[in-house]
T-cell receptor, first 110, second 115 residues
Framework: AQRVTQPEKLLSVFKGAPVELKCNYS??????LFWYVQYSRQRLQLLLR??SRESIKGFTADLNKGETSFHLKKPFAQEEDSAMYYC????????????FGPGTRLSVLP | DTGVSQNPRHKITKRGQNVTFRCDPI?????LYWYRQTLGQGPEFLTY????????KSRLLSDRFSAERPKGSFSTLEIQRTEQGDSAMYLC?????????????FGQGTRLTVV
């Protein structure tokens, strides 16, 4: 069974619209959660981590332990936000490191 | 470029041949990870080193795959008797060990095509 789910493979929004990329996880304990981003022709890189409670490039993510969710949000999408986004707990129930979700491709239309 | 470096960037090989990839992590990083990524999927964990010790290996990893990090610096990933299903992007990442919220820095990857 998949341990990290990102239900949307593709999400298209218009520039200036709010965006929410969904992530749900199924783990025992309390994993640390990360969002990674991959822009076109660039390497995978960290966007933000929940432990820091930071906002990066206007994105925030709130860990909801009751719903086991870690959705990524931005109030006003920009065209440069178009990329692949991966939700990643730092480990799964078997202790493996940085397990990635299947990813959501965000396309911000002009 | 002082980031994670992977070589070669592309590899085309015939089925049944052996291939070896190299990863040079960020110099002060003691953790090194290998992932495999196929089209439309997120990176799939293969194995992980802390210094020269291989601490974890995916249960999905075939015996044809072997990884080494002999001096705790660069790492190699070898695939023996390649199969068409091995075609994928192979990613290497490195990080510092220090709690659970360390960031992984990724290389550009090696794209393997088995024909």
């Amino acid at each position: 069974a998949q341990r990290v789910t990102q239900p949307e493979k593709l999400l298209s929004v218009f520039k200036g619209a709010p965006v929410e990329l969904k992530c749900n996880y199924s783990y025992s304990g309390s994993p640390e959660l990360f969002w990674y981003v991959q822009y076109s022709r660039q390497r995978l890189q960290l966007l933000l981590r929940h432990i820091s409670r930071e906002s990066i490039k206007g994105f925030t993510a709130d860990l909801n332990k009751g719903e086991t969710s870690f959705h990524l949000k931005k109030p006003f999408a920009q065209e440069e936000d178009s990329a692949m986004y991966y939700c990643a707990p730092d480990r799964d129930n078997y202790g493996q490191n940085f397990v990635f979700g299947p990813g959501t491709r965000l396309s911000v239309l002009p | 470029d002082t980031g994670v470096s992977q070589n070669p960037r592309h590899k085309i090989t015939k089925r049944g041949q052996n291939v070896t990839f190299r990863c040079d992590p960020i110099s002060e990083h003691n953790r090194l990870y290998w992932y495999r990524q196929t089209l439309g999927q997120g990176p799939e964990f293969l194995t992980y080193f802390q210094n020269e010790a291989q601490l974890e290996k995916s249960r999905l990893l075939s015996d044809r795959f072997s990884a080494e990090r002999p001096k705790g610096s660069f790492s190699t990933l070898e695939i023996q008797r390649t199969e068409q299903g091995d075609s994928a992007m192979y990613l290497c990442a490195s990080s510092l060990a220090g709690g659970s919220n360390t960031e992984a820095f990724f290389g550009q990857g090696t794209r393997l095509t088995v024909v």
